[in-house]
């Protein structure tokens, strides 16, 4: 008997990939609930909706949880790690930069940016001042 194999080409993660290595990052949002959608899924986990379009999240977050990597220089040095809130409501795993990586503490507002890592684009996020919304 042969199964016929569905191979889905360009799905809700490759298309986010594509967005952020255009420099253009974007996540979902549920066109029933309105809820925004993070990682990228074929249906709307709150309410079942197929219906997701892409819409260009504000980048302002909250530190969740952070926490370094400490690596040898040669390595590429010591790295953060840290879960973000988005004021959008999804938390994502990213990394924040440019920041003395020892200061960052959880409730720090950070802003997103597209960043590249080895040729990747990435999204990751720098210390915002709190009361004035500029970079740090
Ligand atoms: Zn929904």
Redesign the pocket.
């Known amino acids: 008997m042969k199964t016929e194999e569905k191979v889905v080409v360009g799905g809700p993660d490759k298309q986010y990939r594509d967005r952020v290595a255009a420099s253009n990052w974007q996540i979902q949002c549920?066109?029933?609930?309105?809820?925004f959608?993070f990682p990228p899924r074929v249906a709307?986990?709150?309410?079942?909706?197929l219906e997701l379009e892409w819409k260009t999240p504000s980048g302002a977050g909250t530190v969740y949880s952070t926490t370094t990597m400490r690596r040898p220089a040669e390595a590429g040095g010591d790295q953060n790690l840290s879960l973000i809130d988005l004021v959008e409501g999804p938390r994502l795993m990213s990394r924040i930069v440019d920041a003395d990586l020892d200061a960052i503490e959880c409730g720090d507002q950070v802003q997103a940016f597209i960043g590249e890592i080895k040729g990747e684009a990435l999204v990751m996020f720098r210390p915002v001042d709190s009361t004035t919304g500029e970079a740090k």
């Open positions: 549920c066109t029933a609930c309105e809820k959608v709307c986990p709150s309410c079942g909706n």
